[in-house]
C-alpha cells in the first residue's frame, strides 16, 4: 500500500536547522510531484515547496524562500526538506505530499512536528 513517512522533525533553536526527510513506498515514486505543507495550530495547510517528477523545477512560498531547499533522490524514494535560519513562525506540523495529475492520485504523510523555540 502507499505510504509517505516523514521523519526529521524535533525542536530546535531560531536560527537553527533541520533537515526533514519522506521515504516514499508502494507507487512509482520518480512520476510524481513532492511537496512539502505545513500547518501551524489555528491556521490552514500551506504550500511550503515543491519539486516536480524530473526534480528540476521548484516552488516555495515566499516566507521561506532562501532558507529552505528542497530535494529528491528518486533512487531513494525519498523527498528531503533543509531548513536553515529557522524562525518561531516556521513552528508547525510539517506534511510529505505526493501529487500526480495522470492518474490522479493525491497522497499524505502523517506529519512531523517541527517547533522552533529558544
Known amino acids: 500500500q502507499v505510504q509517505l513517512v516523514e521523519s526529521g522533525g524535533g525542536l530546535v533553536q531560531p536560527g537553527g536547522s533541520l533537515r526533514l526527510s519522506c521515504v516514499a513506498s508502494?507507487?512509482?515514486?520518480?512520476?510524481?510531484?513532492m511537496s512539502w505543507y505545513r500547518q501551524a495550530p489555528g491556521k490552514e495547510r500551506e504550500l511550503v515547496a515543491r519539486?516536480?517528477?524530473?526534480?528540476?523545477?521548484?516552488t516555495y512560498a515566499d516566507s521561506v524562500k532562501g532558507r529552505f531547499t528542497i530535494s529528491r533522490d528518486n533512487a531513494k524514494n525519498t523527498v528531503y526538506l533543509q531548513m536553515n535560519s529557522l524562525r518561531p513562525e516556521d513552528t508547525a506540523v510539517y506534511y510529505c505530499?505526493?501529487?500526480?495529475?495522470?492518474?490522479?492520485?493525491?497522497?499524505w504523510g502523517q506529519g512531523t512536528q517541527v517547533t522552533v523555540s529558544a
Open positions: 519539486i516536480i517528477k524530473a526534480g528540476g523545477s521548484t
Open positions: 505530499n505526493a501529487f500526480s495529475s495522470r492518474p490522479r492520485a493525491d497522497y
Open positions: 508502494g507507487f512509482t515514486f520518480s512520476s510524481y510531484a
